[in-house]
């Protein structure tokens, strides 16, 4: 059984940072992607970033574009999403997934984790 456990959540003011973390039970391989959703209250759930596990690729929304990184750390079959210059918009149940880079940068996720929560106040 996979499992995706996020870290990293919480209440800040627009402006500030947070960083989010995201550790996979299993291995992960170069195959692999994780990438980060989010969920605002009444919304679907968005595609915020995605990271393929081998090389450097990654890939982000426009609404986060130069505000968030993603990054990984293999040995630790972890991944973050840094988050600067937070705005009210960006209030959401983050979720990270665990997929399938085969058709890159369109992955097929197989896991999800169950969220962490983070809330913007203006």
């Known amino acids: 059984q996979v499992q995706l456990v996020e870290s990293g959540g919480g209440t800040v003011q627009a402006g500030d940072s947070l960083r989010l973390s995201c550790t996979a039970s299993?291995?992960?391989?170069?195959?692999?992607?994780m990438g980060w959703f989010r969920q605002a209250p009444g919304k679907e759930r968005e595609f915020v970033a995605v990271?393929?596990?081998?090389?450097?690729?990654?890939y982000y929304a426009e609404s986060v574009k130069g505000r968030f990184t993603i990054s990984r750390d293999s040995a630790k079959n972890t991944v973050y999403l840094q988050m600067n210059s937070l705005k009210a918009e960006d209030t959401a149940v983050y979720y990270c997934?665990?997929?399938?880079?085969?058709?890159?940068?369109?992955?097929?996720?197989?896991?999800w984790g169950q969220g962490t929560r983070v809330t913007v106040s203006s």
């Open positions: 299993v291995r992960t391989f170069s195959t692999n992607a």
């Open positions: 990271t393929k596990w081998s090389g450097d690729y990654t």
């Open positions: 997934a665990l997929g399938r880079s085969d058709s890159w940068p369109n992955v097929g996720y197989d896991y």
